[in-house]
């Protein structure tokens, strides 16, 4: 069984920047397709960034061109890098083995205004 676990949250200033990561257990983390989701309080979960074995990426309209995510292989990790934070941005922000449909604890991002 896959076990993710994620870090990098925190406070940040509004137009700052953070970088999440992801580290996942197990083998076959390169064959994988992997997502970051994120929930604020009384929202839904949802996508933020997708990206699949061969690094191939989708996001929501809503970070396009703020967020980037990444993954390295060799570290069985993926990244989700947040530039330029709104206060619309605050959220705990999950990671998903898409394949296994494992989700990881959650890494909680504030912004300040």
């Known amino acids: 069984q896959v076990q993710l676990v994620e870090s990098g949250g925190g406070l940040v200033q509004a137009g700052g920047s953070l970088r999440l990561s992801c580290v996942a257990s197990?083998?076959?983390?390169?064959?994988?397709?992997m997502g970051w989701y994120r929930q604020a309080p009384g929202k839904q979960r949802d996508l933020v960034a997708f990206?699949?074995?061969?690094?191939?990426?989708n996001y929501a309209d809503s970070v396009k061109g703020r967020f980037t995510i990444s993954r390295d292989n060799a570290k069985n990790t993926v990244y989700l890098q947040m530039n330029s934070l709104k206060p619309e941005d605050p959220a705990v922000y999950y990671c998903?083995?898409?394949?296994?449909?494992?989700w990881g604890q959650g890494t909680l991002v504030t912004v300040s205004s």
């Open positions: 990206i699949n074995s061969g690094g191939g990426t």
């Open positions: 998903k083995h898409e394949t296994l449909e494992v």
């Open positions: 197990g083998s076959f983390f390169r064959l994988s397709s």
